[in-house]
């Protein structure tokens, strides 16, 4: 859907939906496997760490290796993180998002009698 504040006061509908997917359309394209990104480096950096497999982002407490700063922080986070985890009380299963205890809930447990989450 279109965020309102996307849309101008007496804009034109059409023109304002046109104008939010624009902003969203990705114009870098990866010839290896077709996904896109919005800027060319986004595309290298897509390129090093998921065709090239250079993982140079290594994990200071356990030397996991990563392609992207961003996987390193996320791991650093969930694994080594001093954050207070998220338990399943289904099946004890632990995560450092919510996000991911939410879809988890979702996926494993909906069949037990879970209540729906969001």
């Not at 006061?9 to 870098?28: E, N, W």
């Not at 994990?59 to 392609?67: E, L, P």
């Not at 996987?71 to 995560?95: D, I, P, R, S």
Request: proline share 3%; charged share 30%.
């Amino acid at each position: 859907s279109v965020p309102s504040r996307e849309l101008g006061p007496t804009a034109d509908l059409d023109a304002d939906v046109k104008l939010y997917k624009s902003k969203k359309q990705k114009r870098f394209e990866c010839d290896l496997c077709g996904s896109s990104f919005r800027s060319s480096s986004h595309l290298k950096r897509h390129k090093a760490g998921v065709h090239l497999r250079e993982k140079t982002h290594i994990c200071d407490v356990c030397g996991s290796k990563f392609g992207q700063r961003s996987h390193l922080l996320v791991h650093v986070n969930n694994v080594h993180g001093k954050c207070e985890k998220l338990e399943c009380t289904y099946c004890g299963a632990k995560f450092g998002w919510r996000t991911n205890y939410l879809r988890h809930i979702r996926r494993q447990h909906t069949e037990a009698g879970a209540p729906p989450v969001e």
